[in-house]
Nanobody, 126 residues
């Protein structure tokens, strides 16, 4: 069964750290571009970060640049997002998805991503 499963969410204090995981089953995640998205309460889903399948280039939204880091572990068929110094405004449900497109992942529209996971909730609060 082809699926993506996110984990690692929870409650974190501002300035702390958290690592989210996106584990794939039924296919090889390394051959796909992977994107992390988030949706805060009452807001539309937004792209947070992505990693390109062809050359490994990454993209971060301005709101997380310098604080979040995306990485792959091909041996574990997973992609991670390290969240450092989270802020209350980072509170959201985080989801990952895959895309077959190989152009710069910052240009890949949301509709080109598939097999969305169920999401993992991150709450940043003291």
């Amino acid at each position: 069964q082809v699926q993506l499963v996110e984990s690692g969410g929870g409650l974190v204090q501002p300035g702390g750290s958290l690592r989210l995981s996106c584990a794939a089953s039924g296919f090889t995640l390394a051959t796909y571009t992977v994107g992390w998205f988030r949706q805060a309460p009452g807001k539309e889903r937004e792209a947070v970060s992505c990693v390109n399948s062809e050359d490994g280039t990454v993209y971060y939204s301005e709101s997380v640049k310098g604080r979040f880091s995306i990485s792959r572990d091909n041996a574990k068929n997973a992609v991670y997002m390290q969240m450092n110094s989270p802020k209350p405004e980072d509170t959201a449900v985080y989801s990952c998805a895959r895309s077959q497109r190989t152009d710069g992942c910052e240009r890949i529209p949301e509709y080109a991503y598939h097999n969305w996971g169920q999401g993992t909730r991150v709450t940043v609060s003291s």
